[in-house]
C-alpha cells in the first residue's frame, strides 16, 4: 500500500466504523463510514487517497492538494509550539514541523509545501524548506515541453516556480513580460536542463519572443512610413 498516494483498493469486509480496504499484498486499510457507500460490495473496487490517522492506515475519497512527493500552496489551519497544521484538501490536516518552517508559520496564511513521508517517523509531513529538486536526478522533460507552474518567490536572477507540482524551475526576469503573484498558476515551457539538476523555464515558447521582436520592427517601420512599408529586391532581410 502507498502511504500519501491515490490508488485503487479493493473492499474487503464492512464494520461499525466503516469499510476495510485492502491491496494486492492484502494490507489493509479503513474507510470510515462517512466516506463508504452501502451499495459496495466485497471485491469492489474504490479509489481512495492513503493516509495516516493515530499511527494506522486510513483511506479518504476525497482529492488532497497534492501526494507525497509533490508541491501544493494549503492554508494553516492552526499552530502549536511543536509545529503547525495545514489544510490540504482532506479532513486530516498535515504537520509541518517547527524545524521544517523556512519562516514561521501563521495561522490563515497562505504557503507553499512539499510533501514527504519522515524518515525518523514514518509519517507523511510537510515542509517549506527547499532549495533544490528532490527528484532532481529523475527529470521527465524534454527541451520544450508544456508545463504547469505555481509562482513561488522571487530570487537575485528571477522567479522560482514549481513544475508539475514537482520540480522546482527558475524563469529569469529575461523571460518574464507580465507580472507574477507568489502563488499564482502559469503556463510554461522548458527551456533548458542543467546538469546539476535545475532547470529554467520560460513563459512562452521558444522563438516566440523572437516574433514580438519582428513584429516591434515592422510596427517601427509602418510608423516611419506613415502607415505604407516600401519593400523591393534591394531591401534588407
Not at 491515490?6 to 491491496?23: A, C, M, P
Request: net charge negative.
Amino acid at each position: 500500500m502507498e502511504l500519501g498516494k491515490i490508488q485503487t483498493l479493493t473492499v474487503s469486509e464492512r464494520n461499525h466504523q466503516g469499510v476495510y480496504l485492502e491491496d494486492k499484498n492484502k494490507e489493509k486499510c479503513l474507510l470510515p463510514k462517512i466516506f463508504s457507500d452501502e451499495s459496495w460490495n466485497t471485491g469492489d473496487e474504490v479509489e481512495v487517497f492513503v493516509y495516516q490517522d493515530n499511527n494506522q492506515l486510513q483511506a479518504t475519497i476525497e482529492t488532497p492538494f497534492c501526494q507525497v512527493g509533490e508541491f501544493a500552496v494549503m492554508t494553516c489551519t492552526h499552530t502549536l509550539p511543536s509545529g503547525a497544521f495545514m489544510d490540504w484538501g482532506i479532513i486530516k490536516d498535515l504537520f509541518i514541523p517547527y524545524k521544517q518552517q523556512k519562516t514561521k508559520i501563521i495561522e490563515g496564511k497562505k504557503y507553499l509545501v512539499y510533501v514527504y513521508i519522515d524518515e525518523e517517523t514514518g509519517l507523511l509531513t510537510g515542509t517549506t524548506k527547499f532549495k533544490r529538486n528532490p527528484q532532481y536526478q529523475e527529470l521527465p522533460f524534454k527541451k520544450g515541453d508544456k508545463v504547469s507552474l505555481i509562482i513561488a518567490n522571487e530570487s537575485e536572477l528571477g522567479w522560482n516556480v514549481i513544475i508539475n507540482q514537482k520540480y522546482i524551475g527558475l524563469v529569469y526576469f529575461s523571460d518574464i513580460y507580465k507580472k507574477l503573484y507568489p502563488f499564482s498558476e502559469e503556463v510554461g515551457y522548458i527551456k533548458n536542463l542543467r546538469e546539476d539538476g535545475k532547470i529554467d523555464v520560460s513563459l512562452q515558447p521558444e522563438g516566440y519572443q523572437n516574433m514580438d521582436e519582428f513584429k516591434q520592427k515592422i510596427l517601427e517601420k509602418l510608423e516611419q512610413g506613415y502607415g505604407l512599408l516600401y519593400l523591393s529586391d534591394e531591401s534588407s532581410p
